[in-house]
């Protein structure tokens, strides 16, 4: 018999007052897997995760988390989740154990219990030297990295991380990165939203790419790629507007497809070097021309017509 879904929501929806937020969702996660809402700011991630962390109710649809309803069984599926919220909410005037010692101690957990679990997790996230330190002057990484760790301590069957590393700098992000395909291979399963693209492909088994309230997408990041982009893209920059309008009627035919943005143009094909050289030939007036992979920001530009950062 195959496993039940640890979350699903079908035609999951929230409304505040008029506004409609989520609107009709179906999703399922499966035990194991790292799973990802990715989208743009105000596309529905965090009021989805909300509801399946049992701190807003759900408007209309059906919810499921480990199996339970969150409008009866709120406080035993949050006995049992790991949240990662969007900001962190850290006791900044406490030291780096204190804040894992108390939050332990919300779960009924003993000092033995929590000592241990700490003692362990401060390790896995390259805190265990910054133990009796203050938070308030760690990194943001540092911060990012101690709210991991103490959402952790419960042992939770469900791990929730909303844009688990916003405001980091790279460095701070790939350690995080580390750390979380680490919890995967333990088998932790994970839900994430973010508005990265390399994240989602550097996270996520699978997804679901949201716009507006609503999934316009389903699979894993290659299969995504695959079904809806083309294998490579070619970037053309240009000095002036005016060159850069010129340049699009004679890019058209140069590719499979063919989108103009308003600081560059892009040109979908399955042989980057090819095309660029074509365009070489060409003549065009362009100030720079960049060879890439297909991403999943191609995927949600080409569904939405909008990139991620609009």
């Known amino acids: 018999m195959p496993t039940p879904p640890l979350v699903q929501g079908l035609?999951?929806?929230?409304?505040?007052?008029?506004?409609?937020a989520v609107d009709h969702v179906d999703f399922t996660v499966q035990r194991g897997e790292a799973f990802g809402f990715l989208g743009p700011n105000g596309a529905g991630k965090t009021s989805t995760m909300r509801m399946i962390g049992c701190v807003s109710p759900v408007s209309e649809g059906e919810l499921r988390v480990l199996g339970m309803d969150p409008a009866v069984d709120g406080a035993s599926i949050r006995s049992r989740l790991g949240v990662v919220p969007q900001e962190d909410n850290l006791d900044t005037e406490l030291t780096v154990w204190d804040n894992m010692a108390i939050y332990g101690r919300y779960f009924g957990l003993s000092r033995g219990v929590i000592r241990e679990r700490a003692q362990d997790l401060l390790e896995f996230v390259?805190?265990?030297?910054?133990?009796?330190?203050r938070v308030d002057p760690l990194s943001g990484g540092m911060k990012r990295r101690l709210t991991i760790?103490?959402?952790?301590?419960?042992?939770?069957?469900?791990?929730l991380l909303d844009e688990p590393t916003t405001g980091l700098d790279p460095q701070a992000r790939h350690l995080v990165w580390e750390?979380?395909?680490?919890?995967?291979?333990?088998?932790?399963?994970?839900?994430?939203?973010?508005h990265y693209m390399d994240e989602a492909e550097q996270l996520c088994d699978r997804l679901v790419i949201m716009d507006r309230g609503r999934i316009v997408a389903e699979g894993s990041p290659s299969e995504l790629i695959r079904r809806h982009s083309t294998r490579e893209v070619v970037e053309l920059r240009f000095r002036t507007t005016e060159d850069r309008q010129a340049a699009l009627p004679r890019l058209n035919g140069s590719g499979e497809r063919v989108e103009m943005l308003p600081d560059r143009i892009l040109v979908?094909?399955?042989?980057?070097?090819?095309?660029?050289?074509?365009?070489?030939?060409?003549?065009?007036?362009h100030a720079s021309v960049l060879v890439r992979r297909s991403s999943l920001e191609d995927v949600f530009l080409i569904l939405t017509g909008r990139t991620l950062e609009d």
């Open 179 to 194: 750390r979380l395909y680490q919890l995967k291979l333990q088998g932790v399963t994970q839900v994430l939203t973010t």
């Open 268 to 285: 979908y094909t399955g042989d980057g070097d090819g095309t660029a050289d074509l365009v070489a030939r060409d003549g065009l007036k």
């Open 149 to 159: 760790a103490r959402a952790l301590v419960n042992q939770p069957e469900l791990l």
């Open 126 to 133: 390259q805190l265990g030297d910054r133990r009796h330190d």
């Open 11 to 20: 035609a999951l929806t929230k409304r505040f007052g008029r506004y409609l």
